[in-house]
């Protein structure tokens, strides 16, 4: 079963800093995932990479197959960009994700 | 496209108690998860359909968990009796390829 592990679990900054959340998993996968949980409780998927790098506004994720890591970077970072970030997994069935337990970030102006 | 639309958002019940919990699907989507969040153990996978049938259900903590999906638009998950233990935010997910989709959760709290 691969194992995911998240860093820092919790994060504070201040508006403006550039923001960097990690991901380790112990399994060679196909794709990551990487989920935003709004303060209200919804998630919405942010990003789903098996290489290389995507960019989508200020956010950016990359990912390295070989040593089995993910970066979740936030680039001028502003409070509503307050949330948990979630990276995840393909699990043991078709269809089925892991989930990290998430880094809780603060944004503060 | 209303989304992975769950009810209710929050139900407070007794111990004892029959719990349902409702998903209605993205129209489209082939699969359906359902997903518990607890602070402790973050999100876990409960139940997993594809084509309404159940793939894997070796997430169900016990027999008091049953799912059922009827027909492509409907799923429910039932505890009963409930728990304390089982309070929590549970989950429906929805995806034909990727990204999943989540439904808003339903918080749940036995007492």
């Known amino acids: 079963k691969n194992e995911v592990e998240q860093s820092p679990q919790n994060l504070t900054a201040q508006e403006g800093e550039f923001i960097t959340i990690n991901c380790s998993y112990s399994v060679g996968i196909s794709a990551l995932h990487w989920l935003q949980q709004h303060p209200g409780g919804g998630i919405v998927s942010l990003f789903m990479l098996s290489s290389g790098k995507k960019k989508h506004g200020r956010l950016i994720a990359t990912i390295n197959i070989q040593e089995k890591h993910s970066s979740l970077h936030i680039t001028a970072s502003h409070p509503r960009d307050s949330a948990v970030y979630i990276c995840?997994?393909?699990?043991?069935?078709?269809?089925?994700?892991?989930f990290g337990k998430g880094t809780k970030l603060s944004v503060k102006p | 496209d209303a989304g992975v639309i769950q009810s209710p958002r929050h139900e407070v019940t007794e111990m004892g108690q029959e719990v349902t919990l409702r998903c209605k699907p993205i129209s489209g989507h082939n699969s359906l998860f359902w997903y518990r969040q607890t602070m402790m153990r973050g999100l876990e996978l409960l139940i997993y359909f594809n084509n309404n049938v159940p793939i894997d259900d070796s997430g169900m903590p016990e027999d008091r968990f049953s799912a059922k999906m009827p027909n492509a638009s409907f799923s429910t998950l039932k505890i009963q009796p409930s728990e304390p233990r089982d309070s929590a935010v549970y989950f429906c997910?929805?995806?034909?390829?990727?990204?999943?989709?989540f439904g808003n959760g339903t918080r749940l709290t036995v007492t």
């Open positions: 997910a929805s995806r034909s390829s990727s990204p999943l989709h």
């Open positions: 995840a997994v393909p699990g043991g069935s078709q269809g089925n994700l892991i």
